[in-house]
T-cell receptor, first 109, second 113 residues
Framework: GQNIDQPTEMTATEGAIVQINCTYQTSGFNGLFWYQQHAGEAPTFLSY??LDGLEEKGRFSSFLSRSKGYSYLLLKELQMKDSASYLCAVMDSNYQLIWGAGTKLIIKP | NAGVTQTPKFRVLKTGQSMTLLCAQD?????MYWYRQDPGMGLRLIHY???????AKGEVPDGYNVSRLKKQNFLLGLESAAPSQTSVYFC????????????FGDGTRLSIL
């Protein structure tokens, strides 16, 4: 079967750095997406990786290793507004997104 | 620019009732999707559409029907609501199917009693 694994919850301090990991086992791979979802709101797109390596976008970076079935989202200079759930999703061989359950990130002052 | 708009935002139904969830997008996207989101689980695809007049089943299609009569609208119907269909429903759209991100509506919170 297809599976996306992420930690359920993480806690970090304002101003610090946090890394949210995602491992996947899917039938085929056509890219990996990260989304942010604040409580009670819609998911919003953060990043897309299809090739191995690091993609940087401001305070957020996303890394992919296709051989290891592994990705991480790195958030720097954490702000209180970064408190949210972070969803990892993999596009499989049928070009359908398989979603992880999400990682709830709690930022403490 | 509204993006993806879902109506209603909240609804309470009794078991056996039917209803239609409406989704409209103003980005001229070809692809539209209906997901449900349940606690502790990832988003699950119910049905999707790759263009006007087309629909296809996703991972959890039973008990739902959809229609895409106009490019900008994607309707999700519950034929005979069951308590197991209590969930948050999200509609999304995308310009393409591979590297294009999906844009989500604000969700419909549906409770079936």
């Amino acid at each position: 079967g297809q599976n996306i694994d992420q930690p359920t919850e993480m806690t970090a301090t304002e101003g610090a750095i946090v890394q949210i990991n995602c491992t996947y086992q899917t039938s085929g791979f056509n890219g990996l997406f990260w989304y942010q979802q604040h409580a009670g709101e819609a998911p919003t797109f953060l990043s897309y990786n299809v090739l191995d390596g690091l993609e940087e976008k401001g305070r957020f970076s996303s890394f992919l290793s296709r051989s290891k079935g592994y990705s991480y989202l790195l958030l720097k200079e954490l702000q209180m507004k970064d408190s949210a759930s972070y969803l990892c999703a993999v596009m499989d061989s049928n070009y359908q997104l398989i979603w992880g359950a999400g990682t709830k990130l709690i930022i403490k002052p | 620019n509204a993006g993806v708009t879902q109506t209603p935002k909240f609804r309470v139904l009794k078991t056996g009732q039917s209803m239609t969830l409406l989704c409209a997008q103003d980005m001229n996207h070809e692809y539209m999707y209906w997901y449900r989101q349940d606690p502790g689980m990832g988003l699950r695809l119910i049905h999707y559409s790759v263009g006007e007049g087309t629909t296809a089943k996703g991972e959890v299609p039973d008990g739902y029907n959809v229609s895409r009569l106009k490019k900008q609208n994607f309707l999700l119907g519950l034929e005979s609501a069951a308590p197991s269909q209590t969930s948050v429903y999200f509609c999304a759209s995308s310009a393409g199917y591979s590297n294009q991100p999906q844009h989500f509506g604000d969700g419909t919170r549906l409770s079936i009693l």
